[in-house]
Nanobody, 123 residues
């Protein structure tokens, strides 16, 4: 079991920036995807930015050019730099890790989520 803890959320004015951090309790083994999702009130959780297959990244169209995902494997950290924030970016942001580990019974998938951090963009 791996615990994910997000931090860095808060209240920011439109056009401002925030940097979210996600700390993992230990190194991931067999990870396939590591990234950020968000959920606004009354809406479904959606993908924001993600690493897949190691170093490839994908971004939702709504954040391309404004958000950047990065990671520090030595520190078991993943980050989300958010620039030019808009009110529609207001949501709870979640860190997520998906993968599979080998056991003596075969592969066992995992899907870990953090508790989320609130980002509010408002003047």
């Amino acid at each position: 079991q791996v615990q994910l803890v997000e931090s860095g959320g808060g209240l920011v004015q439109p056009g401002g920036s925030l940097r979210l951090s996600c700390a993992a309790s230990r190194r991931f083994v067999g990870i396939n995807a590591l990234g950020w999702y968000r959920q606004a009130p009354g809406k479904e959780r959606e993908l924001v930015a993600i690493y897949v297959s190691g170093s490839s990244t994908n971004y939702s169209d709504s954040v391309k050019g404004r958000f950047t995902i990065s990671r520090d494997n030595a520190k078991n950290m993943v980050y989300l730099q958010m620039n030019s924030l808009k009110p529609e970016d207001t949501a709870v942001y979640y860190c997520n890790a998906k993968g599979a580990i080998m056991t003596n019974l075969g592969p066992r998938a995992y899907d870990y989520w953090g508790q989320g951090t609130q980002v509010t963009v408002s003047s």
